[in-house]
């Protein structure tokens, strides 16, 4: 096996849930130039980074791409609500709307000034013609007869209104020093008050986190794969279903579409929930149900692009399950593998086959007796379900506690019991394999699903009735051109 020169080397940390989220319920702000800004705390309150309690502030974790290829920016921010209880906040925009009040006055006199301006440009002609006769009937008061007197008397009557256009004047010149004024002041006050807050307007903010949450989607579909090198603490979601049970968004469709799905339950189950967002997930509100043509087994379901691949209650049948219209697409057997608990991981429960995907596509995790019980991975095509190809891991399925896949490397676990650590790693593009040690807290020690999004980059758990999430710390390698 060759090994390409590695020019440069960076690790990306992944917090991609936060920023799928971030258009909807983040209500806190970050800087856009690589800053860090922590806050005291052990890693565990990563949690508050999704779903803070009213007391506490938000940990936003992001990241936008370096000269260097590194997806790099940690934030730490206050909610909003904290925000709006802060009276120098109130204070500071209360200054700001007034500022722009006064801006809004400066433009009308501005408006105003400009009008009576062009009144005395037109009326310029008008004064020239009077100041001749005048000057005139003051050379020669005889040459000045009844009607020549009456068409400066006119001409006078017309330039009267030209006295209130200059009294205004002198008043609109009085306000505008008043306001210029009271505009220096308020720059001052505002000046003072940011620089002790050290913060800014709450919209600006916003709009500034939503800068950085496309900047973060654009570095990451930049880096594309990398290798696992670590595990986040877990961020519990939910508490909610039976102690066995899936739950998962869709791993290839538009970050736009935030629908998460939930399904209670490793047997002949047929209920699926579909919540609008995981806002709505976490409060148990906003959601359709799907019943299924046929039961499950297992728990490793998946969601793809609008579909859920899940395994038919005892049988090695694929059944491909589309949403919009409620209807099988397709549904196939998978040859020669196991079911109804013949090789299931080490905590039973049917899971038999176990499908997933990642950024290489869509996979069948499963064994055969041919295979003597180790783990077998097929890559299937999607819209027909057939096997494109096959892998022997050598790893035996009954001595894991869970997989998932990442780029198309195989990641097992060697528990689903507390103490649990990601073991074995197989990689496809290589057919090869190695031993790993990469520890994770199992905060509720029985996992019974472990499955990696490719579109959020975190790993979706079923933990004893508990919904975690846990974010992935991949090695990402960037090759130049010639490598």
Same mark, same amino acid.
Request: with cysteine; charged share 20%; proline share 4%.
């Given at each position: 096996?060759?090994?390409?020169?590695?020019? /440069?080397?960076?690790?990306?940390?992944?917090?991609?849930?936060?920023?799928?989220?971030?258009?909807?319920?983040?209500?806190?702000?970050?800087?856009?130039?690589?800053?860090?800004?922590?806050?005291?705390?052990?890693?565990?309150?990563?949690? !508050?980074?999704? #779903?803070?309690?009213?007391?506490?502030?938000?940990?936003? #974790?992001?990241?936008?791409?370096?000269?260097?290829?590194?997806? +790099?920016?940690?934030?730490?921010?206050?909610?909003?609500?904290?925000?709006?209880?802060?009276?120098?906040?109130?204070?500071?925009?209360?200054?700001?709307?007034?500022?722009?009040? +006064?801006?809004?006055?400066?433009?009308?006199?501005?408006?105003?000034?400009?009008?009576?301006?062009?009144?005395?440009?037109?009326?310029?002609?008008?004064?020239?013609?009077?100041d001749g006769k005048l000057k005139v009937a003051s050379d020669n008061p005889r040459s000045l007869n009844p009607k020549g007197f009456q068409e400066i008397k006119d001409k006078v009557s017309q330039l009267l209104p030209l006295l209130p256009v200059l009294d205004q004047y002198k008043m609109d010149a009085k306000m505008i020093l008043h306001l210029r004024e009271e505009v220096r002041n308020l720059s001052l006050?505002?000046?003072?008050?940011?620089?002790?807050?050290?913060?800014?307007?709450?919209?600006?903010?916003?709009?500034?986190?939503?800068?950085?949450?496309?900047?973060?989607?654009?570095?990451?579909?930049?880096?594309?794969? @990398?290798?696992?090198?670590?595990?986040?603490?877990?961020?519990?979601?939910?508490a909610s279903g039976s102690r066995f049970g899936s739950w998962m968004t869709d791993t290839m469709i538009p970050s736009s579409d935030n629908r998460v799905w939930s399904m209670d339950g490793y047997y002949k189950g047929r209920r699926v929930l579909e919540y609008r967002t995981m806002n709505d997930f976490m409060k148990g509100q906003n959601f359709v149900q799907h019943l299924l043509p046929h039961p499950w087994?297992?728990?490793?379901?998946?969601?793809?692009?609008?579909?859920?691949?899940?395994?038919?209650?005892?049988?090695?049948?694929? +059944?491909?399950?589309?949403?919009?219209?409620? !209807?099988?697409?397709?549904?196939?057997?998978?040859?020669?593998?196991?079911?109804?608990?013949?090789?299931?991981?080490?905590?039973?429960?049917?899971?038999?086959?176990?499908?997933?995907?990642?950024?290489?596509?869509?996979?069948?995790?499963?064994?055969? /007796?041919?295979?003597?019980?180790? /783990?077998?991975?097929?890559?299937?095509?999607?819209?027909?379900?057939?096997?494109?190809?096959?892998?022997?891991? @050598?790893?035996?399925?009954?001595?894991?506690?869970?997989?998932?896949? /990442?780029?198309?490397?195989?990641?097992?676990?060697?528990? *689903?019991?507390? @103490?649990?650590?990601? #073991?074995?790693?197989?990689?496809?593009?290589?057919?090869?394999?190695? #031993?790993?040690? +990469?520890?994770?807290?199992?905060?509720?020690?029985?996992?019974?699903?472990?499955?990696?999004?490719?579109?959020?980059?975190?790993?979706?758990?079923?933990?004893?009735? *508990?919904?975690?999430?846990?974010?992935?710390?991949?090695?990402?390698?960037?090759?130049? !051109?010639?490598?």
């Amino acid at each position: 096996m060759s090994v390409p020169m590695l020019k /440069i080397g960076a690790v990306l940390s992944t917090m991609a849930m936060v920023t799928n989220w971030m258009s909807q319920t983040l209500p806190s702000l970050v800087g856009l130039n690589g800053t860090t800004i922590s806050r005291g705390g052990t890693s565990e309150r990563i949690v !508050s980074a999704l #779903y803070p309690s009213p007391e506490e502030g938000w940990q936003i #974790y992001s990241s936008a791409q370096d000269a260097d290829g590194k997806c +790099i920016c940690t934030v730490v921010a206050p909610a909003q609500n904290m925000c709006n209880r802060d009276p120098r906040s109130r204070q500071l925009r209360q200054l700001m709307e007034k500022v722009q009040n +006064i801006s809004q006055s400066m433009e009308v006199l501005d408006l105003r000034t400009y009008r009576d301006l062009q009144y005395v440009r037109n009326t310029e002609s008008l004064m020239k013609v009077v100041d001749g006769k005048l000057k005139v009937a003051s050379d020669n008061p005889r040459s000045l007869n009844p009607k020549g007197f009456q068409e400066i008397k006119d001409k006078v009557s017309q330039l009267l209104p030209l006295l209130p256009v200059l009294d205004q004047y002198k008043m609109d010149a009085k306000m505008i020093l008043h306001l210029r004024e009271e505009v220096r002041n308020l720059s001052l006050v505002l000046m003072a008050i940011q620089e002790e807050m050290g913060a800014y307007d709450y919209e600006e903010l916003r709009q500034r986190v939503l800068l950085l949450e496309t900047r973060l989607h654009s570095c990451m579909q930049k880096l594309g794969c @990398g290798k696992l090198t670590g595990v986040s603490n877990p961020i519990t979601v939910r508490a909610s279903g039976s102690r066995f049970g899936s739950w998962m968004t869709d791993t290839m469709i538009p970050s736009s579409d935030n629908r998460v799905w939930s399904m209670d339950g490793y047997y002949k189950g047929r209920r699926v929930l579909e919540y609008r967002t995981m806002n709505d997930f976490m409060k148990g509100q906003n959601f359709v149900q799907h019943l299924l043509p046929h039961p499950w087994a297992g728990t490793g379901h998946v969601v793809y692009n609008g579909s859920l691949y899940y395994n038919k209650y005892q049988s090695n049948i694929i +059944i491909k399950y589309h949403f919009r219209s409620r !209807s099988v697409l397709v549904q196939r057997s998978l040859s020669g593998a196991g079911y109804n608990n013949t090789f299931p991981y080490s905590w039973g429960g049917s899971s038999d086959i176990d499908l997933m995907a990642d950024e290489n596509g869509l996979w069948a995790v499963y064994t055969t /007796i041919p295979n003597a019980g180790n /783990i077998v991975i097929s890559r299937l095509e999607p819209m027909s379900l057939e096997v494109l190809q096959t892998w022997d891991t @050598g790893f035996p399925k009954r001595s894991a506690g869970e997989s998932f896949m /990442i780029c198309g490397t195989l990641y097992v676990t060697n528990s *689903h019991l507390a @103490g649990a650590k990601i #073991y074995f790693a197989y990689y496809t593009n290589t057919s090869s394999y190695e #031993y790993t040690d +990469i520890p994770f807290h199992n905060q509720y020690s029985h996992i019974s699903m472990m499955d990696y999004n490719p579109r959020e980059r975190v790993l979706y758990t079923w933990n004893n009735g *508990h919904q975690v999430l846990y974010n992935v710390t991949l090695f990402q390698v960037i090759k130049t !051109s010639g490598d």
